[in-house]
């Protein structure tokens, strides 16, 4: 009889090892050391395991936890304050983001990667300016962080559509000194739960010279470099502007597309253009729910599939896409391709549900870690309460409904369990590490604050939302 750390005993499994969801019924899996040791008819494990903790979860379904590999937590505290408005990034956002300080900054992390843990969120792809104090509460959370420091040559003031964009190349090269020192203090801590990658913020954001130098410094230390990637007719015109040749086109003149290169979202590719970056070996990361809000359009995810490519879900930002939960992402990357393609069959419930697990984890390079349930695997899974409302009734043959359920029913609060390394993060409705009531209260009394700081250029913008709020809208 050998001890081990968790037994799992589970009438559904869905490993999501093979080409679709790899169900399995009734039994156990046998955790150790924080990995998978072994899967055991539940009838049988006794004979052969004792376990420090054992988890009886005939009512719910366990399967990998999910990958949200893009986000940007860092202004969860700005949620609903963007939307609704085009130029997105300088008329709806900056003059909140402009008004947020570090302790507002520390504040957001908590409420966006709360949000992430109590909807199966287990590994969470940070892309922020300063992301130190995101490491800090990822590491206290027990969730797995991907962590990338913002590098950008950008000189801070708003831009007008059309306007080409003025670099500073001192903040640039300071901003990739930061990025070196996280990794050096970050990146592999508690047993590599938390790793650094580099992060150009997009090709329009740096000079040439050094968005070579990010991708040479991560090549260097043998991780990737996460960046946006023709995320918009905006990079589009800066680039053309710029070099007269569109972005996907000149990175590839540039060498730049290559495994290395987690590529987000792709909003103005051509179909040719995503198929070009798959072929190249980069992985991409679809935030069907931010693009949708923010731009009206659907990223070229399924042409970057059928080029071979793995895609991964994001949940971007909360002043864009309004939440942090990869359930959402799953129905709306399903239900916009089948508006897009006018076909009811692309992109079925069983796909995303890859692309939220081993898919996403294939695109950032951890597949090998995490993302199914196999031994010698990490062991990253939740478990799905089936007796909720919205996973009712659960039907098993002739055909099972678990996966379409979970995707198109589904809204977060079913999750019920989620463990990371083999260590329970979540249960019974509580982030197991951290006092949620005192963080919620910190996001209250920033609130106020924020907005007496980003009043001023709000009003002197006066976007589409202060529009609204004139004509009572809002």
């Known amino acids: 009889m050998k001890t081990v750390d968790m037994i799992v005993k589970a009438k559904h499994i869905f490993t999501m090892e093979g080409e679709g969801v790899g169900y399995i019924e009734n039994m156990a899996m046998v955790i150790d050391r924080g990995r998978i040791a072994d899967f055991v008819p539940v009838d049988?494990?006794?004979?052969?395991?004792t376990a420090e903790k054992t988890l009886e979860l005939y009512n719910h379904a366990i399967l990998p936890g999910f990958i949200d590999a893009h986000t940007h937590v860092d202004i969860c505290i700005a949620r609903g304050l963007a939307q609704d408005t085009k130029n997105w990034m300088f008329y709806g956002l900056q003059p909140f983001e402009n008004a947020m300080g570090i302790d507002d900054t520390r504040a957001s992390v908590k409420l966006g990667i709360m949000e992430a843990i109590k909807s199966g969120t287990t590994t969470?792809?940070?892309?922020?300016?300063?992301?130190e104090p995101t490491c800090e509460f990822v590491e206290k959370s027990g969730i797995r962080g991907i962590m990338t420091e913002t590098v950008r040559s950008l000189k801070e003031r708003?831009?007008?559509?059309?306007?080409?964009?003025?670099?500073d190349e001192n903040r640039g090269l300071r901003s990739l000194e930061e990025n070196i020192a996280v990794y050096d203090k970050w990146n592999n801590r508690d047993n590599g739960r938390i790793?650094?990658?580099?992060g150009p913020q997009g090709a329009d954001f740096l000079s040439k010279e050094l968005l070579m130098r990010v991708r040479d410094e991560a090549k260097k230390r043998n991780t990737k470099v996460h960046m946006h990637l023709q995320q918009g007719d905006r990079e589009t015109e800066q680039i053309m502007m710029r070099y007269r040749k569109r972005p996907v086109e000149w990175l590839q003149g540039l060498g730049y597309l290559d495994d290395t290169l987690i590529a987000v979202h792709l909003t103005d590719c051509t179909e040719e253009e995503a198929a070009m970056v798959a072929k190249s070996g980069a992985g991409m990361v679809v935030c069907p729910g931010s693009i949708g809000i923010i731009?009206?359009?659907?990223?070229?995810?399924?042409?970057?599939?059928?080029a071979g490519g793995y895609v991964a879900l994001g949940s971007d930002q909360a002043p864009g896409n309004n939440c942090h939960n990869i359930f959402n992402e799953m129905k709306l990357a399903a239900l916009f391709n089948k508006i897009k393609f006018g076909n009811p069959e692309i992109v079925p419930a069983w796909k995303v549900l890859?692309?939220?697990?081993?898919?996403?984890?294939?695109?950032?390079?951890m597949g090998d870690e995490i993302g199914s349930l196999k031994c010698g695997k990490k062991a990253?899974?939740?478990?799905?309460?089936?007796?909720?409302?919205?996973m009712q009734p659960v039907y098993t043959r002739p055909m099972r409904n678990i996966v379409p359920n979970l995707v198109y029913s589904a809204r977060g609060d079913e999750v019920a369990l989620s463990v990371v390394d083999g260590k329970v993060i979540y249960e019974n409705g509580k982030i197991v590490n951290i006092d949620e009531v005192e963080c919620l209260e910190e996001i209250k009394g920033r609130v106020e604050g924020i907005s007496m700081r980003a009043e001023k250029?709000?009003?002197?913008?006066?976007?589409?939302?202060f529009v609204f709020m004139r004509e009572g809208k809002l």
Do not use: H, W
């Open 158 to 167: 708003i831009y007008n559509p059309g306007e080409l964009y003025e670099f």
């Open 124 to 131: 969470i792809g940070e892309f922020s300016i300063g992301v």
């Open 44 to 49: 049988n494990v006794d004979e052969s395991y």
């Open 380 to 390: 990253d899974f939740i478990a799905v309460d089936l007796n909720k409302y919205t």
């Open 354 to 365: 890859r692309m939220a697990t081993i898919e996403g984890a294939k695109a950032i390079g």
């Open 457 to 465: 250029e709000f009003n002197e913008i006066a976007g589409t939302n």
């Open 195 to 198: 790793k650094v990658l580099f």
């Open 295 to 306: 731009d009206g359009l659907v990223c070229p995810s399924v042409a970057f599939q059928n």
